[in-house]
Every structure is written in C-alpha cells, then in structure tokens.
C-alpha cells in the first residue's frame, strides 16, 4: 500500500537549497512555506531536508527543500550540499549588512561548485517586516542582484510576505533550466546525427 | 619564685588539700598566716591574667564572629547558586532525553577506550571482520575505531521505498555501510558496500512528512543517500553520534596538523639557534639534542604539571597552584630556551594566566556576588597576586572592592532625623571604614611601597566622596550653625584619629568645606546682628516679668542649659532684674561662641573673633543709645545691671570656654569687657 502511494508521487522534483549567513531566518522561511506558521524562537539548524508537494503552474511537483546551517564550519561539506542542489535562495537579513555581504560568498562558492553561471538563483531579503531597523537599502540589494543577473525578492517569513513568491520563481526558473537542458541534449543529438550524416555524406 | 612553687603544688595531681593544711598548721600561725597571703595573692595574679585571657578572647571571638557572618551570608549565596543550577540541570536533562542517554551509553565506551585503545580496537575490528564480508582493508587501518552501528534501512532518493536494509558502521574516522545478505552463512551477516570519509560527508536530516519518517540523508559526494531509523530515538542518537564524531576529528586533525606545523618548525628553527657547528652536523645529533631536551622536560612532576596546576585551579587551591608556579619558573630558569622548553613554557604561561584570572575574579565586585566578601579571602587572593607579581592588578582591584564596601555601607544607612545623628552614623562607618582598609591594606600588601601611594591616592578620592555626601547634607539643608557646627567637629574628630593611625587627611576635609564653614559663619553673624538690631527698637527696659514662681524656675533652668546663671537676678518670686532682651542676647552669644569655638582653627580665629566682637559692639551700641536717651533717662541704674551682666557676667564664661578649650582670648574681646567701665562712667 504504502509503496504505491509513493509510486503515485508525481516524479519531477525541484531541489532546493537555502544559503545565507546564520539567523537570517532560512528555517523560518522554509517553515512558513512548508506548514505556514512562524516559529519565533531561534535554534541553529544543523542541516534539515524537507519535501512537499505542491501544483506549479498547473503541473503537479515536488519540491525537495534542504535547510542549511548558516554556520556549517566545514567548506567542503558545504561544498556536497551545493552539488546537490538544482536551484538557490540566497537569504539575508535586511537588518543586518554583514548577512548581505555574505551573499557574496555563497554565490562565488555556489557559482564555484555547479560551475555553472546561470543557475537559478534567488537574492532574498528577509525579515522585511522590520523596516525601522532596515540595514541594508533596496538599491544597494537591487544592484547585486542586478550584477548578478538575478531575480531579487524581499519577504518577511513572519508576514509571509512573497514567501510563496521566491519558493515558486525559483523552481519555475529551474524547471526552465531542465526543459532547456532537456532541449539542448536533444539538440545536440539532433547535431551529432547531422554531422554524422554529413560525413555519410 | 614561691609563687610558681605554691601553684604549682595546689595544681599537682596528688594535691591532698586536708594533708596540705594539717602540714601547715603544726608550724603554728606565723606560717599560715604567711600561707594565706601568698594564696591571696596567687588568687588575684591569677584573676588578672584570667581577665586578660578573657580579653585577649574576646577580641579574637569578635573578629571570628565578623568572618562567620560573612562567610554565612557567602554560604546562603553558594546554596542559592547550587539550587538555581540544579534547576537548570534538571531542566536541560528534561529537554534532551534521547541525546543525554545516548551520550551516557557512549561515556563508559570512551573510558574503556582510553585504558586500552590497542586491545579495543582490535577487538572492535575482530567484530567487524567476523560479520562483514570483504573489511580486511578497513580493519588494517591503526588506530580505528568503533563507535557506533546499527541497522537501518536505505531508502530511495526520489520515491522514497526501501531499496534495502543495511548495517551501517561509524568508525572514528569514517562511516561504512554494509549491506545484509540475505542468504547468510555462518556468522557473517553483511556484505561491505562502501566506506566514506567523515569529512566529506554531510548529514541531513529528513523532516516526516507524509510516509517517511525517521529517515536522514547521507551526502557524500557524488551521491547522495537516504536512511530511515526505526525510531525517532533512534535516529536522534545517530545524528547526535555522527555530528559530535566528526566534530572530534576535526579537533584531531587539527591537532595532527598544528603537531606537523610544531614539528616543521622545530626542524627550522634547530639550524638557527646559536650553536651552528652542532646544527650543521647531521640530523642524529638534532635527535640527541631533541632526546636531552626530552629527558630534561621528562622529569615526572614536570610532565603532570599542568595537570596538577588545572586541579589545583579548579579546586581553588590558589596557594597550591602558586606553590607550583614557582617550582616551575625555578626549574626552567636554568633550562635553555629550546623549542621543547618554549613550548612547554607556554604551556604553563597559559594556565599562568588562567590562575591570575581567576585570583582576579575572586577580587572583582559584581553584581550577583555579596560586596562583603570576607576580608581574608580577599587577602589571600591578593597575597597569591603578589606572589604571581601582578601586584598592581591586585592592589587596584582591592581598593576597588573596599570603594563598593563603602558606597554600600553608606547607602545601607537610612536618613532619619536630626542631620547631626545621620552625619554622626555617616562618619562612624566611613571612617571606620577608612581605618579598617588601612590595616587590611597593610596586611594585604606588606613591603610593597609602591602599592602604598596608590592605597593614598584611593584615600583622596574616597575622602572627596565623603566629602560631597557630607556637604550636601550638612551645607545644603539649611541647617543651624549651630548643627553644622557639631557635625563639622564630628568629622574633624575622625580626622584626628585616623591621623593618630598615621593617615592625615584632615587638610582634605578643611580645604574642602572652610568655604561653606565660613559663609555659614558669616550668614549666621549677619541674621544674629539683625536681630540685636531688631529687639533694641522694641526694648522697653522692663524687668522680665514671668507670672508663675514655676514659669521663673522653668526659665531659669532653661538659661542654664545653655550655661548661664541667672538665679541671683530672681527677685519676688518670678521676677527677673534682667529684660527679655538681654537674656536672649545671652542665650545666642552662648550657643553662637559655643559652635564657634567647636570649629575653632588658627585660620579661622580672626573670623571667629571678629563675629563675636562685632555681635557685642552691636549690643553695646543699643546699650549706649539707651543710656544716653531721655527716655529711658529714670532706668538708668537698670541698663548699668544689665550692661554688667552682659559685659562681665556674660563675657567671663565665653572666656572660660575659651580656657577650657585651651584657646588664647583674643586681645579684642577683652577691649570690649572694657566698654563697661566705660559705660559706667558715663552715668556717674
């Protein structure tokens, strides 16, 4: 029973992954997302996976959601929890401008390991709800993500403000990336048999 | 001599007292006679030293009793830390209760480990050889451990259905899996399936959701896999294991690392140091050096020093840990500064430091701990400081300790009543206070001079915030000169007893308030001499006239209080052949010389002086005009009377305090006991 209740599962699966600095409120983020509730008390994560069906568009998927730890002390570690991602929401905190340097950092060392400079990606400014205590500036946010060629959203895990709204463009973004992939090797299939049939040529 | 002899006879274990006398008296009276004087005085030699042992007691008792206090309030204060961190205990095992047991079943393991990790190893990885197929070349690995497994069941990446069930392994420096055979032979059970280093690897953990509980996931680069526990318990015990194994290589391989950088510059360093002859022969000779170096540093008690050291800090046994501190820096001072040497030097340096510390904390006054810490506690941290030769330190922060004593003490005080009682208690426990620092500072910090300027220098500030407290409610609160007065001499009486203990600071107190003193003085004489003036234009020269024998003897008495006698003047029952106005005039002239002459000083005699003459002038002015007016023309015998009295009476006892003060009566003063020969003259 059990096993074909799995088996229904709708097969596609967008893996995400949660980056920032520590206490920018990843988890919270990815709570409010998952069960829609606000966990106000702070507890360091070590690393949580999560996974729910959601309709994207009308198409039923999974999204595979992995919650980093902000203060994962190993680089190489970090490393393999890159490598296993097909799509990145880079969070920081918008009271806090050191969490906003740090983006930097994750997206050199994301850009780094998939070595790949398109890769969905999302620069999110949480904590939004907080404007009187605001460190970091819209414009200052807007022009990296300009710089970087990304989508840059600000949310509020507490409101829900645009929560949905990252979690969904990014997998749209990575089921873009999958159906160009998908094109791409046909493509070049269709290539290969090309020249292949020039040379019969 | 005979009495030593006669005591030491009654108090001789066969003392036999009928024997004794019967002795005696068969030499007749004479003897006895002589016998009871010498027991008489035996018996009052011996009262006088029991007083004294008595006292000698009781000055010990009241000292111990003061440290009982402050050690029962310490002790209350310990018991409440003790329960509040029980509570917290209590509360934190409550929380974790999977994490907790599985560190208390992996305690006694580790212990196991530790008596011989040879022997353990072995027999772990007998273990894993006889279960799992194919581990010869995990087993042959030295120094692997391990530490925790179980079964558990691999679950696929995307669907998440059980793929197989597997055993998984975690060795101290990696994690193997091993899958189960289904067709076992003999005592194996598992086929090996993959062996992944700890620090590439990431654990994750799965939230349950839906059909998938339990279940963590195992990246380990390229691929990724999915474990489900049989329980939550389970799995928390994994995560934990896995999480605080790998933190525990990492610390290993830190300390692996810093251990090769160590080594790598010890090989630097050899060829440079000074003896380059040695250095250039060949690495043997490196390795005998390195080998006297050893043997050097190889003494037992010098290699369980810094052990040793971090028990006695623990323990609080400062005296201890400096006793070895000591040893040490002796040992090493003649030893050569080697690699081996500095480094174990830096080793003690370190603890060194943590020792200072914690004497310092012992010094510190904070919040949650009582600012009455026994005086010998301080002392006994400060004494260890000083042996460590941090002096200064020590010497700053007790002062620091004994200010908040202070400040403390003197908040402890309620203000209440007359401003003289509060000032009163006020002096009492500063200077008292003060003293008291003195001497624990001279015990604390015998033969360190230099400490001493600082303990003076703490004095002036302390004796200026005294002197502000004392200034706001003496000169602030409108009191009497004659309040401000008594106050004053209060603190100046302190004063001069402290400087009998050697510590002057009286110029303080009197460069700090003769300012207020003297516009206290002055404000005083001027609404004295406004009154004079006021009560001259209603004096009417009538013999006082009190109604009542009893209202007379009431009066009467309460001149006296001040010390005057008017008795004589008493006539007809409750007559007074004075007026109302000059028996006031006395009565302020008394209380003003009194105060003035309590804050009396050479610098201030000429103001002292001055306001008195210039407040008799001023009655003897209204004396004058009285006698030369038409008026008062029949009362002329009466004002002589009353002249008198003022002038002599009056003047004799401000000279006879000044007597008794044993202060010289200024020259001006008598000049004007001579107005009344003056003013006599004019009316004959």
């Given at each position: 029973m059990a096993s074909k209740a799995k088996a229904s599962q709708p097969a596609v699966i967008h893996k995400v992954i949660m980056v920032g600095s520590g206490g920018v409120g990843k988890s919270a983020l990815t709570l409010q997302f998952m069960y829609e509730e606000f966990v106000e008390d702070y507890e360091p994560t070590k690393a949580d996976s999560y996974r729910k069906k959601v309709v994207l568009d009308g198409e039923e998927v999974q999204i595979d959601i992995l919650d980093t730890a902000g203060q994962e002390d190993y680089a190489a570690i970090r490393d393999n929890y890159f490598r296993s991602g097909e799509g990145f929401l880079c969070v920081f905190s918008i009271t806090e401008q050191e969490s906003?340097?740090?983006?930097?950092?994750?997206?050199?060392?994301?850009?780094?390991?998939?070595?790949?400079?398109?890769?969905?990606?999302?620069?999110?400014?949480?904590?939004?709800?907080?404007?009187?205590?605001?460190?970091?500036?819209?414009?200052?946010?807007?022009?990296?993500?300009?710089?970087?060629?990304?989508?840059?959203?600000?949310?509020?895990?507490k409101t829900r403000a645009n929560v949905d709204k990252v979690f969904y463009d990014l997998m749209?973004?990575?089921?873009?990336?999958?159906?160009?992939?998908?094109?791409q090797s046909n493509g070049q299939k269709g290539k290969k048999t090309k020249k292949r049939k020039c040379t019969i040529l | 001599m005979a009495d030593g002899r006669l005591a030491q006879d009654l108090s001789s274990a066969g003392y036999d007292p009928e024997h004794y006398v019967s002795r005696l008296s068969e030499e007749g009276e004479m003897p006895l006679l002589e016998m009871k004087q010498k027991v008489q005085i035996l018996s009052d030699k011996t009262a006088q030293e029991l007083k004294k042992n008595v006292y000698k007691n009781y000055s010990q008792f009241i000292e111990t009793a003061r440290e009982i206090s402050i050690l029962e309030g310490e002790m209350y204060q310990v018991s409440r830390m003790l329960t509040e961190q029980k509570a917290l205990m209590t509360s934190m095992l409550e929380m974790s209760l999977v994490s907790d047991k599985a560190v208390a079943v992996d305690e006694p393991q580790k212990e196991a480990e530790a008596v011989n990790p040879e022997e353990e190893t072995r027999r772990n990885l007998a273990f894993l050889l006889e279960k799992v197929e194919g581990v010869s070349s995990v087993t042959e690995v030295p120094g692997r451990q391990l530490v925790h497994n179980g079964d558990l069941a691999e679950l696929d990446m995307e669907s998440f259905n059980q793929v197989q069930k597997v055993h998984m392994f975690l060795l101290n420096d990696s994690l193997m899996i091993a899958s189960w055979l289904t067709n076992r032979r003999g005592p194996v059970r598992y086929r090996f399936q993959g062996l992944y280093e700890l620090d590439n690897l990431a654990i994750v953990n799965i939230r349950d959701a839906g059909a998938v509980k339990n279940s963590f996931k195992v990246l380990m680069f390229p691929d990724s896999k999915i474990y489900a526990a049989d329980s939550a318990k389970s799995k928390r015990q994994w995560l934990d294991i896995l999480e605080e194994t790998k933190k525990k290589k990492l610390a290993r391989d830190k300390q692996k690392k810093e251990a090769a950088l160590r080594l790598a510059e010890q090989q630097n360093t050899g060829p440079t140091t000074?003896?380059?002859?040695?250095?250039?022969?060949?690495?043997?000779?490196?390795?005998?050096?390195?080998?006297?170096?050893?043997?050097?540093?190889?003494?037992?008690?010098?290699?369980?020093?810094?052990?040793?050291?971090?028990?006695?800090?623990?323990?609080?046994?400062?005296?201890?840990?400096?006793?070895?501190?000591?040893?040490?820096?002796?040992?090493?001072?003649?030893?050569?500064?080697?690699?081996?040497?500095?480094?174990?030097?830096?080793?003690?340096?370190?603890r060194v430091k943590q020792l200072t510390e914690g004497l310092l904390s012992e010094l510190q006054v904070t919040a949650e701990r009582s600012l009455r810490g026994g005086p010998r506690a301080a002392r006994r941290a400060v004494a260890q400081l000083i042996r460590l030769g941090k002096s200064a330190q020590a010497c700053s922060l007790f002062l620091k300790m004994r200010s908040t004593i202070i400040k403390y003490n003197i908040r402890q005080l309620k203000f209440e009543g007359a401003t003289s009682l509060y000032v009163r208690c006020l002096c009492g426990v500063f200077f008292s206070s003060l003293s008291e620092t003195g001497r624990e500072f001279h015990k604390a910090f015998p033969q360190l001079l230099g400490c001493f300027s600082a303990f003076i220098v703490w004095t002036k500030t302390e004796m200026?915030?005294?002197?502000?407290?004392?200034?706001?409610?003496?000169?602030?609160?409108?009191?009497?000169?004659?309040?401000?007065?008594?106050?004053?001499?209060?603190?100046?009486?302190?004063?001069?007893?402290?400087?009998?203990?050697?510590?002057?600071?009286?110029?303080?107190?009197?460069?700090?308030?003769?300012?207020?003193?003297?516009?206290?003085?002055?404000?005083?004489?001027?609404?004295?001499?406004?009154?004079?003036?006021?009560?001259?234009?209603?004096?009417?020269?009538?013999?006082?006239?009190l109604g009542t024998e009893t209202e007379c003897s009431r009066y009467v008495d309460d001149m006296a209080s001040v010390g005057l006698d008017i008795r004589d003047s008493v006539y007809n029952g409750c007559f007074i052949s004075l007026t109302l106005n000059t028996t006031q005039f006395c009565k302020t002239c008394m209380v003003l010389a009194q105060s003035l002459l309590l804050i009396h000083k050479s610098e201030r005699e000429a103001l002292v002086t001055e306001t008195l003459v210039l407040v008799f002038t001023e009655q003897v002015r209204h004396l004058d005009v009285s006698l030369a007016s038409e008026k008062f023309k029949n009362d002329k015998k009466f004002i002589l009377k009353n002249s008198q009295y003022i002038l002599e009476v009056l003047m004799s006892k401000i000279e006879h305090m000044y007597k008794t003060q044993s202060i010289l009566f200024p020259p001006q003063l008598v000049a004007v006991n001579a107005e009344y020969r003056r003013l006599k003259s004019l009316v004959s």
């Open positions: 906003f340097q740090a983006t930097a950092e994750f997206r050199e060392q994301i850009l780094r390991v998939k070595n790949d400079d398109n890769i969905p990606f999302l620069l999110v400014g949480n904590k939004a709800d907080l404007e009187d205590r605001r460190q970091v500036t819209l414009d200052e946010a807007n022009q990296r993500a300009h710089g970087w060629n990304v989508p840059y959203v600000e949310t509020s895990a749209r973004e990575i089921r873009s990336r999958k159906m160009k992939a998908s094109q | 000074p003896k380059k002859e040695e250095a250039s022969k060949l690495d043997d000779v490196d390795t005998a050096k390195d080998a006297m170096e050893t043997a050097l540093l190889g003494v037992d008690w010098l290699q369980e020093l810094p052990e040793n050291l971090d028990m006695c800090i623990a323990q609080r046994d400062f005296e201890g840990a400096v006793d070895l501190v000591e040893k040490v820096n002796s040992h090493l001072k003649d030893c050569q500064k080697t690699p081996a040497v500095k480094e174990f030097r830096a080793r003690i340096d370190h200026e915030n005294f002197i502000t407290i004392f200034k706001r409610h003496v000169f602030d609160s409108k009191s009497s000169l004659a309040t401000i007065s008594e106050c004053v001499s209060i603190a100046t009486n302190h004063c001069a007893e402290l400087a009998n203990g050697g510590l002057d600071v009286g110029f303080y107190l009197d460069n700090m308030i003769s300012e207020e003193l003297e516009k206290a003085i002055l404000e005083s004489r001027h609404q004295i001499i406004e009154s004079i003036k006021f009560r001259a234009g209603e004096d009417q020269w009538r013999p006082l006239n």
